[in-house]
């Protein structure tokens, strides 16, 4: 069976990435599952920088096909922060309560069409020849006045999805994997897995 390396230390993300790619018969390993650690500096401005970054670093020590995600939240009214910093925003260690409801505080003014916001994700592929492709998926929705539910990670409580009338971490994991940023930028990468 064909090995890919998913070069994320999130577990959050890679719950959901299994998922998504469920129905690919390859060997999908975390950076976990194949021991690994690397110390990776995620030194670019973009989040298609930051995936090539972590993408080819490990598939340089590895030889493997690999895939990496870089993802964040852009709140219109912060101009567009914490975008690529979303992991490090208000510090690593820092809890999402805490992080959630600093949004939530600094958008106090805010109202209606003020509060949008999107969650971005850019998932690239790097392959042993050297190629490397990006796909980048997107979800557009709102912040929510309040912290509400448990499923999902991070900024999820407070991402608020108008058609759905609840916030990503009220929503089953399928029903966010259908609409997310995540799910459209692997599932638009999918074909050129299979064909590798
Ligand atoms: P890896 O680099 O090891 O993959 P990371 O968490 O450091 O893990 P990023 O640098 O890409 O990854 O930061 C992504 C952050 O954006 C993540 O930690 C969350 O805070 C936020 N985020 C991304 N996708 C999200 C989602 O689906 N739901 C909630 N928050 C999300």
Known sequence: ???????????????????ILKDLNVELLSLKDAGLSPDI????????????????TVMEL???????????????????APGVY???FMGED??????????????????????????????ACAFPDGEIITRRGTIE??????????NGFGYDPIFYVP????????????QKNEISHRGKAL?????DIIKA
């Open 62 to 80: 590895t030889g493997e096909i690999v895939l990496a995600d870089d993802s964040g939240l852009e709140v219109d009214y912060m101009d567009k």
């Open 94 to 123: 820092t809890s999402y309560e805490i992080k959630n409801q600093y949004i939530i505080d600094q958008l106090k003014a805010a109202e209606g069409e003020e509060r949008s916001a999107r969650f971005v994700c850019v998932i």
């Open 141 to 150: 929705g709102y912040i929510s006045k309040q912290i509400s539910g448990v």
């Open 86 to 88: 979303s992991a490090r």
């Open 41 to 56: 500096d995620e030194n670019g401005k973009t989040f298609e920088e930051n995936a090539i970054i972590k993408a080819k």
């Open 163 to 174: 058609e759905y009338n609840c916030t990503t971490a009220e929503m089953k994991p399928d």
């Open 1 to 19: 069976m064909k090995k890919i390396i998913f070069a994320t230390s999130n577990e959050g993300k890679m719950k959901e990435i299994r998922e």
């Open 187 to 191: 599932r638009a990468i999918h074909d």
